[in-house]
């Protein structure tokens, strides 16, 4: 099982000053910059004469068409109970890296750890990759996972020696953040049909709260009717397709899980626990891949957690990936049938052809694909579009 309770925070130790590298070089000859980001040429369409503007333009049109289709970002909600394990902060890292990348648009993060620092060290995470802006939503009132946790409270507690704070963020406390579900209903209202992708890597507090809201002034549409009409793909990590053993995401709040699975309109894949757990994210790329800065919020959470050096499961990992590059075939997808949850947290999954849940199998061929795909984007510098 999850480890739910992390160790007392280490002492602080001062940190060296050190200058940052610049992320913004200009592209190079393979049309990539610095940071790793696409940066595509200037392209330059010069008139010759009035006969020749119409083929000018189409052949301008028809060498675009390529880029239009390349940079269209997909939106996605993260719905996360930060706090209770380290993988949910490395994989708001990877959206952050795909967002930059020009794949992904994160249009909202909701919390499900009902804890004050959960709210704030996610929005300094995104202070951190530039996007501040990305609204921040909490549940309220659940009493689900409410103990402290180092890996979020001491990062975003941290002062330089000024009594500035080491990792700037806007929210001061949870409490001061709007209740998940009216966001999630205004993010949703606001995108087009059958476009956004949520990845769900916490409890199902959120979404099947979402599943019983009533229409209000961002949709006149119930919630199930809401996200159906919105939702493209419901990218969970919960659940044990190995062995059907309880899990951590399930086990914490059963009714929602039984609520979403039984409920949910559109299509499910399930990043199972077995799957994270054959993928350990190593500790040697947090000491390596994370020091172009002195203080990186995601690499000082995961010093927070637990005694490093330590090698973590990739469980939330893998849903983002999943969630924005479902077709690079980093995983197999079952064959479609129903997943449902029982009373103690167990997963069963029955084969139909008229389901909508899948769940994410992993070869012993894929794995390293997809732990070099991790690593890279979730220590990828800030590089914001
Ligand atoms: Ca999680």
């Not at 399930?270 to 054959?278: D, K, M, Q």
Request: aromatic fraction near 6%; hydrophobic fraction near 40%.
């Amino acid at each position: 099982m999850r480890v739910s309770a992390p160790p007392p925070p280490r002492p602080a130790t001062p940190a060296p000053e050190r200058t940052l590298r610049p992320w913004g070089r200009p592209a190079d000859e393979t049309g990539r910059n610095g940071t790793g980001a696409y940066a595509p040429p200037p392209v330059r369409c010069k008139l010759h004469s009035a006969a020749m503007k119409p083929l000018v333009l189409l052949a301008c049109t028809l060498a675009l068409a390529p880029c239009a289709a390349w940079t269209s970002p997909v939106p996605v909600i993260f719905d996360t109970d930060m706090g209770n394990d380290v993988d949910d902060a490395l994989a708001l890292a990877v959206l952050h890296a795909l967002e930059s990348r020009g794949e992904c648009r994160l249009i909202a993060v909701t919390v499900t750890k009902d804890n004050r620092w959960s709210a704030p060290y996610v929005d300094l995470v995104n202070t951190f990759y530039g996007r501040a802006h990305i609204p921040v939503g909490v549940v309220k009132g659940s009493g689900i996972t409410p103990k402290d946790s180092a890996m979020i409270q001491a990062p975003a507690e941290r002062k330089r020696s000024d009594g500035r704070l080491v990792y700037p963020r806007r929210l001061a406390s949870g409490e001061e953040a709007p209740d998940a579900v009216p966001l999630l209903r205004r993010v949703l209202a606001a995108e087009p049909d059958a476009s956004v992708v949520i990845v769900q890597v916490g409890f199902s507090t959120n979404l099947a709260r979402l599943l019983d809201s009533a229409p209000d002034s961002h949709s006149p549409l119930p919630g199930r009717e809401l996200a159906a009409r919105k939702v493209k793909l419901l990218s969970i990590m919960a659940g044990n397709f190995a062995d059907g053993t309880p899990e951590y995401n399930v086990q914490e709040d059963v009714p929602s899980a039984q609520k979403l699975l039984a409920g949910w309109p559109t299509r499910i894949v399930a990043s199972g626990f077995e799957i994270g757990r054959a993928l350990l994210y190593p500790a040697s790329s947090i000491e390596r891949d994370f020091s172009y800065t002195a203080d990186h919020p995601v690499a000082d959470a995961y010093r927070n957690y637990q005694k490093m050096p330590y090698d973590r499961p990739t469980w939330d990992l893998t849903s983002a990936l999943y969630g924005v590059r479902p077709d690079a075939g980093y995983f197999t997808v079952s064959p479609p049938g129903r997943i449902t949850a029982d009373a103690k947290g167990g997963t069963r999954f029955t084969p139909d052809p008229n389901g909508r849940h899948h769940y994410l199998i992993l070869s012993g061929a894929q794995r390293p694909r997809v732990l070099e795909a991790l690593v890279q984007l979730a220590s990828q510098p800030p590089s914001v579009r």
